[in-house]
């Protein structure tokens, strides 16, 4: 099957995590992603295990389903052999400065001289109108300024602590797939490109406060932000009388159906502090407690067998080891083993998503460093003569003597 996006070519000059992990699931969705990077490569192509230098595990988890092109855009020539793979492309993604493009000659107004049609789209630190606009800006940095840190020492942490996951970078990705989809839709409807900046600190504000802003809400407050419920420092994996289990009892339903499996029917109606959604929000505390102590009475087997018999929602409590022996992620067979040209035999996350017709996934491998500088070039009505020359004087990468295999 083709993938919903069969057709679109994007120049993606992103490194690092954020700008990498969002072009991989347009090359999973069928985008032509072709991965310009500078003579030094991609900073994480060195990070993580790996058995070959260049191809970290990280690198490979948000590379695929991408062509590499080496290009030094600092040389007159390299910048040259970019704009003319721009004039065919329908997007320019890039995760450096605003600053720093205008400095390489690639602004919007230059790159959209030389293709009108267009989207730029750009996922930085910050929105280009206030006075931060030229911070840099990475995932524990905006975390720290969006609160995040401070929300987990409020929630129990003995300090302030980043979450151990890059979750402003994974966060961002998804949010500029979902922008550069809704420009192309634009741009079928109109004919007109557009230059997108997808600034990262007023993106996750807003997430954050979609849950938090609370009293904050009102002109004048009524309360102090936080939604209490997530900063308790009692909600945590229940601990069981031999591990621990997942467990979110949220509406009336499932109090009722909880107390009900655990003898104690009726008992919640009778306790004016959690007699309803509002309450028990304010009692969040004293509930959980409660709760806690009860979790502790029978082992995380039997809370499993008994919630899931009364319908509510649980999960085992899972490790980076134990996850891939869950069976439901088995049966949907998100983990895959592939045989990578270099690598060897590598696990690869799948495409979580099911699609009736146009499923993404992967089309390829993540690239050596310049592994297709010569074919993209080719493609882009360069001779094997001219693109000699450019790799003499360090503008590309390759063997010319073996640029005649790559030729179309």
């Not at 390489?104 to 789209?121: F, H, K, M, Q």
């Not at 289990?245 to 509406?251: D, E, G, M, R, S």
Request: negative net charge; charged residues 25%.
């Amino acid at each position: 099957m083709s993938g919903p996006l069969e057709g679109v070519r994007i120049i993606d000059m992103t490194t690092v995590l954020m700008g990498p992990y969002a072009s991989q699931m347009l090359g999973d969705m069928g985008a032509d992603v072709i991965k310009v990077e500078s003579p030094q490569g991609d900073l994480v192509r060195d990070l993580g295990p790996m058995r070959h230098k260049h191809m970290g595990a990280l690198f490979l988890h948000v590379n695929r389903s991408k062509r590499a092109i080496m290009l030094d855009v600092k040389q007159p020539e390299g910048r040259e052999a970019l704009l003319r793979l721009i004039a065919d492309a329908d997007v320019l993604l890039y995760n450096i400065r605003p600053q720093s493009m205008d400095r390489l000659g690639l602004s919007y107004e230059t790159v959209a001289a030389v293709n009108p049609r267009i989207l730029y789209v750009g996922t930085f630190g910050f929105g280009q109108e206030g006075p931060y606009a030229a911070k840099p800006a990475f995932d524990d940095l905006i975390q720290g300024a969006i609160g995040l840190p401070s929300l987990i020492q409020q929630a129990g942490s003995d300090v302030p602590r980043y979450v151990p996951a890059n979750i402003v970078d994974r966060t961002m990705g998804v949010f500029a797939v979902s922008s550069l989809c809704a420009a192309l839709y634009h741009r079928e409807k109109t004919g007109r490109g557009q230059r997108i900046d997808i600034p990262m600190f007023e993106t996750m504000v807003s997430h954050l406060l979609g849950d938090h802003i609370g009293g904050a809400t009102y002109d004048p407050p009524l309360g102090a932000p936080g939604y209490a419920r997530l900063l308790t420092p009692e909600r945590r994996p229940y601990k069981t009388s031999d591990g621990y289990v997942c467990a979110v009892i949220y509406n009336n339903k499932q109090w009722a159906s909880f107390y009900k499996a655990i003898g104690r029917e009726g008992e919640i109606d009778n306790d004016p502090r959690f007699k309803d959604l509002d309450t028990r929000n304010s009692h969040i505390d004293e509930l959980q407690r409660m709760v806690s102590e009860i979790f502790l009475e029978r082992t995380t087997k039997e809370w499993l067998e008994l919630l899931e018999k009364v319908d509510v929602p649980c999960m085992p409590l899972h490790t980076l080891t134990s996850i891939f022996d869950d069976p439901h992620l088995k049966a949907v067979d998100l983990f895959q083993w592939e045989d990578h040209p270099t690598e060897g035999r590598i696990r690869r996350v799948g495409v979580p998503t099911k699609w009736s017709d146009s499923q993404p996934e992967p089309r390829s491998s993540a690239p050596e460093f310049g592994q297709h500088s010569i074919e993209v070039l080719r493609e882009a009505g360069y001779s094997l003569e001219e693109i000699d020359a450019l790799i003499q004087k360090g503008v590309t990468c390759g063997v010319a003597n073996d640029t005649a295999k790559h030729a179309s």
